[in-house]
């Protein structure tokens, strides 16, 4: 009898513990289909569905919310998709989300995705329309790939045209064979080199000048520092400019003597007028020197005469003597 | 006519087996019920048959899930392991492995045990003593069989699934909660609930097979051995037969 007991107590272990697991499983695979708990309807109207079916998961923002209740046709163009929600969900779900169709994984189940929008709107109430947004469709995507596909072959196409080209071009291939052209490709890279160095000398010497100016050493420092210098160059503008002025009085003053003098040349009674101008005077100064020509002339016969006289020709030959010795 | 004599006696056998069955299911909802022979006879098919049938499926999942293994890999979806043997466990591995098992041990029990009373006039003399040796033997028997094994269909299910998850660690990694995860996320109550209820059958089958092989064995104790051996043979292919009938059913009411 006791053994009777002990043996009941293991059996009835043995089938609630099978119970237990019976119900445990059914109760999470009914939750998965939110077959328990508190949900609510939505409904969400596609023109195309493309393999959904009752059963396949909704999602809101990625996470699993509920899944899809059943689907109806409503006319030729319109389907009616009716989503089982999770009520915690709710207050997060607005009017203006959008469902749209979407893949779970590259082979995985067709699911719904909810995804919000940022716009601000009141939380949608049961069994409320959602606004649906068209993924793209595998189809649609195959489409697409095949005009891709087009656009490729023809630029492989070419491309093989441009390669053609490109083997057939001396040029080209002149160029590519010629092998002085690296070593002057060096040659010119280190020239930049050296040449970027000097310029990074020369960038150092400009520094340097640049630092002497902005610390006021060398004349050019001092011009643009020293203000002891600037009130100098001010002084000696300010003088200059007062020169400039003086000299204006000058020639003003210079102006009036040449003035005088032109007028005296021209007009005058001096001596300079008379040598320039007056033509009796030159006249009478030709006829002067006509006399003076003659009278040397007749000067010179005479002295003669007076070298052949015999009263003074023993003077002449004396005189005559006199420069032979001293030659 | 000799030509006609497997016929005719297969078809004798299958009237004389519709009469046990309506005869069982006549002697079921009459008093006095065996309460207490019937529990024993639970535990005893149950219980006892746990250890057996526990081992059978927990081999049965970790074999199928390191056989499953190469395959998922050369086509990249190892992920997908929990998923596909999970359906393949509990959907038809798990009732049609238990029931097989269930088959080998009960069946042929039974019908060992019917079949020396019956040859060793046990069963006439109960009934001379005023007890009803077919509710008493048979009822309580093919009842405990179509309790129990669903029973331990889910047990073996579990335990199966178990084995799975270890042997999926056994090259990959995955956490318990992350494994029961996705195999509940991949079933529903189309996987289930069928493949429960077909155990029912399997179970009823089973312990029927057993008790009417036992219960109507003839020729002494070479009769007894024969009815173990046919009871086993005939039940295993009864089994897959309610199988076929099963997924042909539950695919009409669209359940699969």
Not at chain 1, 36 to 50: E, P, Q, V
Not at chain 2, 60 to 77: A, E, F, K
Not at chain 2, 176 to 194: A, I, R
Request: aromatic share 8%; with cysteine.
């Amino acid at each position: 009898m006791a053994k009777d007991t002990i043996n009941n107590v293991k059996l009835g272990l043995f089938i609630s513990s099978a119970v237990a697991i019976l119900i445990i499983s059914l109760y999470l695979i009914g939750r998965n289909q939110n077959f328990f708990g508190s949900n609510f309807y939505l409904r969400a109207r596609f023109s195309n569905i493309n393999g959904l079916i009752a059963g396949n998961n909704v999602r809101f923002s990625g996470i699993q919310v509920g899944t899809v209740d059943k689907i109806r046709v409503i006319d030729d163009t319109t389907v009616e998709v009716t989503l089982i929600i999770d009520k915690s969900m709710k207050p997060y779900i607005h009017k203006n989300s959008t469902a749209a169709i979407g893949n779970d994984g590259l082979m995985g189940n067709k699911v719904i995705n909810i995804t919000p929008n940022k716009i601000a709107s009141p939380v949608i109430e049961e069994d409320g329309l959602l606004f649906t947004r068209k993924a793209p469709y595998t189809d649609e995507m195959i489409e697409k790939l095949s005009s891709t596909n087009n656009n490729v072959e023809v630029l492989s196409f070419k491309l093989v045209n441009t390669v053609d080209q490109l083997n057939n071009s001396k040029a080209l291939w002149s160029i590519l064979n010629d092998t002085t052209i690296p070593v002057n490709l060096k040659l010119s890279i280190n020239n930049i080199k050296e040449a970027s160095i000097k310029i990074n000398e020369l960038m150092d010497v400009i520094h340097e000048i640049a630092k002497d100016l902005h610390e006021g050493r060398g004349t050019a420092g001092m011009l643009l520092k020293d203000e002891k210098a600037a009130t100098d160059i001010k002084q000696a503008i300010a003088n200059i400019d007062k020169a400039s002025q003086e000299s204006v009085t000058a020639i003003a003053a210079i102006d009036s003597v040449v003035q005088q003098l032109h007028e005296d040349m021209f007009y005058g009674k001096g001596a300079v007028h008379t040598l320039l101008r007056d033509t009796q005077f030159v006249s009478r100064l030709n006829h002067s020197m006509d006399n003076i020509e003659k009278g040397t002339a007749a000067f010179s016969e005479d002295m003669e005469a007076l070298k052949h006289n015999a009263l003074t020709r023993g003077y002449f030959k004396k005189q005559a003597k006199k420069t032979k010795s001293v030659k | 006519m000799k030509l006609f004599a497997p016929i005719r006696s297969f078809l004798s056998e299958t009237g004389s087996v519709a009469r046990f069955v309506s005869r069982y299911f006549q002697e079921i909802f009459q008093p006095r019920y065996e309460v207490r022979q019937f529990i024993r006879q639970c535990f005893t098919i149950g219980y006892k048959s746990l250890p057996l049938i526990g081992i059978t499926g927990f081999i049965m999942g970790l074999v199928l899930t390191m056989q499953l293994r190469p395959t998922l890999l050369s086509y990249g979806v190892v992920s997908k392991l929990p998923v596909m043997v999970s359906l393949a466990i509990v959907r038809e591995i798990g009732p049609v492995i238990s029931a097989l098992i269930f088959a080998g041990k009960i069946s042929s029990s039974m019908g060992a045990e019917l079949g020396s009373m019956k040859v060793t006039e046990q069963i006439d003399a109960m009934e001379v003593s005023g007890t009803n040796p077919f509710k008493y033997l048979v009822v309580t028997r093919v009842l405990a069989a179509t309790l129990m094994l669903p029973v331990l269909t889910v047990l073996s299910d579990a335990i199966g699934l178990y084995g799975s998850y270890l042997g999926v660690n056994i090259k990959d990694h995955t956490s318990l909660g992350l494994f029961f995860f996705e195999v509940f996320n991949t079933l529903h109550f189309g996987d289930v609930l069928p493949a429960t209820i077909k155990t029912f059958f399997f179970g009823f089958a089973i312990g029927i097979i057993g008790c009417y092989k036992g219960y109507n064995s003839s020729k002494g104790t070479e009769g007894v051995g024969r009815a173990a051996n046919s009871a086993v043979v005939i039940s295993s292919v009864v089994v897959f037969i309610i199988d076929l009938l099963a997924v042909q059913i539950t695919d009409v009411l669209g359940l699969n």
